[in-house]
């Protein structure tokens, strides 16, 4: 069984930053990419951004210059650093992987959110 579990979501003013974490768990050989994805109320949950184990990072266009997304595959850990939060940036926080177990299965997984709200 593997678990995704993310933590660093929180209220803050917009123009503040917030680094989120997720840590994988479980029966894993290996990681390859992970990254983190958002849904507002209403909408589709949509990219932010993806990292793979060789650090090869992708960024949804909106997101460029204001997120950033890192990864120590040592710690099996994902982070996303937010800096100049805007209100519009107020969703659910997701964190993705492609897992791979000892039987060289490779798995998708989520974990379960973390709220980040940015008042204005």
């Known amino acids: 069984q593997v678990q995704l579990v993310e933590s660093g979501g929180g209220l803050v003013q917009a123009g503040e930053s917030l680094r989120l974490s997720c840590t994988a768990s479980?029966?894993?050989?290996?990681?390859?990419?992970m990254g983190w994805y958002r849904q507002a109320p209403g909408k589709q949950r949509e990219l932010v951004a993806t990292?793979?184990?060789?650090?090869?990072?992708n960024y949804a266009d909106s997101m460029k210059g204001r997120f950033t997304i890192s990864r120590d595959n040592a710690k099996n850990t994902v982070y996303l650093q937010m800096i100049s939060l805007k209100p519009e940036d107020t969703a659910v926080y997701y964190c993705?992987?492609?897992?791979?177990?000892?039987?060289?299965?490779?798995?998708?997984?989520w974990g379960r959110g973390t709220q980040v709200t940015v008042s204005s």
């Open positions: 993705n992987a492609q897992v791979v177990t000892a039987n060289f299965r490779v798995s998708d997984y």
């Open positions: 990292i793979t184990s060789g650090g090869n990072t």
């Open positions: 479980g029966i894993i050989f290996s990681l390859n990419v």
